[in-house]
């Protein structure tokens, strides 16, 4: 799940396209976990920060890979914030690692 790096703030689309869920679902979720806090724009639109796509990437990671409840989550979150952060950030990365040896192998083919 890659980001744009020269941009500050994201629409609830690309959030949605980055994380193949519906819209409605990033609200929900916004309401359920207070990790999440979008600003609004001008026109009422929410915008989320980077750090804001972090945390639905890591509420997505516990709910939809790791099979948590909202309430089991919330909780995960609740009493190790930093050390699941840390745990989903190196799933991130052995993921990106596998893709970019799958690509390697590819080509050698």
Do not use: C
Request: proline share 1%; glycine share 4%.
């Amino acid at each position: 799940m890659n980001l744009d790096n020269h941009k500050i703030y994201y629409s609830i689309g690309e959030i949605s396209k980055l994380l193949k869920v519906n819209n409605s679902l990033i609200r929900f979720w916004e309401k359920e976990f207070d990790i999440i806090k979008p600003k609004k724009n001008n026109r009422g639109n929410r915008i989320f920060t980077k750090n804001d796509v972090s945390n639905l990437q890591l509420i997505y990671h516990l709910l939809k890979e790791k099979k948590y409840t909202i309430k089991g989550a919330k909780k995960k979150i609740r009493d190790n914030k930093d050390g699941v952060k840390r745990n989903f950030e190196v799933i991130q990365n052995l993921q990106t690692i596998r893709e970019q040896l799958t690509e390697i192998r590819e080509q050698l083919k």
